[in-house]
């Protein structure tokens, strides 16, 4: 143990008589922060914080910009590294929109390496040509409103399966409870998954699926995979196992013209020319594009769910809205989603105070800049709280409170779901922001809609309240939510399966 850390501390003075970190006559100084050792900079700071304490980083961040109070700190870790965060809508702006030409790139770091196959996919790829090509694909062809409006049978077609999964729980423990018990957090998260599933691949499933319409051991395993991806290599073998041979086998009908219509996102991938995408190029997006659309719409309905189920009265203010605006004689549409304003406010205060992740992905500037009065060197991982720009106390009156109320500014006003002044992080803003509020904004808006028009929610009858609490290391329900579902609208409006 001993030897290993000498080595790494050796290897770390090496890099650093290489590459000395210089201002290079920048006049303005670094954002205030730790003091850093010489070469090393704050790691063994941060190790202790991290092993000693059993904190994590986020954490630790926190406390460092509450003890220098300021809104932009900077961390230097080894000899070069500057880690920036953020939580100062105002700063925000001024990197993301003032400067966003310059903070337009990532890090190059071995778990992004790994994921995208080699930087193939847009999230992790650095600036360069192939960050501009597959932002382009996404842009034009993926997500665009017409690719939208395209996909809108397949979505549908999830969100009827979404209630016939869970009238089939309710059934088959009739006997036990009055409703049934559901896990939010299973329901959400499969949901989410099997709807990109079906909008990439046409299929809803990997399995076979189990009776009753559930997922079966193969969603699961592929699911748990997605969210483990960040640890990595044996995440990615099992993500492989279920898609490549979908990709492989679509190229080959493909190219032997057993298919010819364009019918999912597979086939819209496979049909982009001037250049063709190769198809690990394919692969690495795909697996991207899962990633990012289960874990931000799943977290923030479940969290939407347990705030309200703690809250009734909010509850029945989106009960009302529903009965309003679509009635109880037909299920909610996507069509009904601009209408259903207090219910994005939900989801849109869960982004604000539940964040999936504490901190945006680094954005890496391509030169040396200054931005506050501050100097922000070439290659710096500039990183937005979530956390913090969602509970500024100079931004938000009573920040910890759950007030959905806050986000209806007036009637007419419709609600949205993206942040672009940054006084919150939602989707982001700028080049580097998210491609998918469209799609983003409607899986979400619809799984909660779909749940809260379909059923009655409550508490077992043995807890009084959910326990609101996140979990340690991340910004999740630290519990599944379960809660106890009855069916509220006439029978032949939920879809058999
Ligand atoms: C509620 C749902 C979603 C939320 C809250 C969300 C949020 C975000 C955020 C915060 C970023 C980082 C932006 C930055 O670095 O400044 C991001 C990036 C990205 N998201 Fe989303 N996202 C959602 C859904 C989706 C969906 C459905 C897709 C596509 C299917 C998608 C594709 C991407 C991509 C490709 C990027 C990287 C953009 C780039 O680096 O150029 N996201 N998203």
Request: glycine share 6%; with cysteine.
């Amino acid at each position: 143990m001993i030897s290993s850390i000498i080595i790494v501390l050796v290897i770390v003075l090496l890099f650093a008589a290489i590459c000395p970190s210089k201002k290079q006559g920048n006049p303005h100084p670094l954002p205030p922060g730790p003091t850093p050792l010489p070469y090393m900079g704050c790691i063994i700071q941060m190790l202790v914080n991290q092993h000693l304490l059993n904190q994590p980083i986020f954490k630790w961040i926190e406390k460092l910009m509450d003890k220098f109070k300021t809104p932009i700190l900077c961390i230097k870790l080894g000899p070069s590294l500057h880690i920036i965060t953020v939580t100062s809508p105002e700063i925000a702006c001024e990197f993301f929109h003032t400067q966003d030409d310059i903070f337009i790139s990532r890090p190059e770091v071995l778990s992004a390496e790994l994921v995208s196959d080699g930087y193939l996919s847009a999230i992790m790829a650095p600036f360069g040509d192939q960050w501009r090509r597959m932002r382009k694909v996404l842009h034009k062809n993926l997500l665009s409103s017409q690719s939208h409006r395209w996909l809108e049978p397949k979505r549908n077609e999830e969100v009827d399966h979404l209630l016939s999964y869970i009238c089939n729980q309710i059934e088959k423990q009739d006997n036990v409870v009055d409703g049934g018990l559901i896990n939010i957090r299973i329901v959400s998260r499969h949901f989410c998954a099997n709807l990109m599933t079906k909008l990439v691949f046409g299929i809803r499933l990997f399995g076979e699926g189990i009776e009753g319409g559930g997922s079966d051991v193969e969603e699961g395993e592929h699911l748990t995979a997605l969210f483990t991806i960040l640890k990595i290599r044996k995440a990615l073998e099992i993500i492989r196992k279920y898609q490549d041979p979908l990709v492989d086998g679509r190229v080959q009908m493909w190219n032997k013209g057993a298919r010819t219509e364009t019918s999912d996102l597979l086939d819209a991938l496979l049909a982009q020319d001037n250049p063709k995408l190769t198809p690990n190029e394919i692969k690495a997006q795909i697996i991207e594009l899962m990633i990012a659309t289960i874990d931000n719409p799943s977290n923030a309905v479940e969290w939407a769910m347990a705030e309200m189920i703690n809250q009734p009265v909010l509850l029945e203010r989106a009960v009302k809205e529903l009965d309003r605006v679509v009635g109880r004689n037909r299920l909610v549409e996507e069509r009904d989603l601009s209408q259903l304003n207090y219910l994005k406010a939900c989801i849109k205060e869960c982004f604000r105070l539940h964040p999936f992740a504490p901190l945006n992905p680094p954005h890496v500037p391509i030169k040396d800049t200054t931005v506050a009065g501050y100097f922000i060197p070439k290659g710096s991982h500039v990183m937005l709280s979530r956390r913090g720009l969602g509970r500024n106390p100079d931004v938000w009156e009573d920040p910890l409170r759950f007030d959905p109320e806050r986000h209806l500014t007036w009637e007419e006003n419709p609600v949205v779901l993206s942040d672009d002044d940054l006084t919150m992080i939602s989707f982001s803003t700028g080049k580097r922001g998210c491609p998918g509020v469209m799609l983003g904004s409607t899986i979400t808006t619809m799984l909660l809609a779909r749940m809260v028009q379909g059923f009655s929610w409550g508490l077992p009858s043995n807890v009084s309240s959910v326990d609101l609490v996140e979990s340690n290391a991340e910004l999740c329900l630290a519990k599944p939510l379960v809660a106890v579902a009855k069916p509220r609208l006439p029978h032949h409006l939920y879809p058999e399966d």
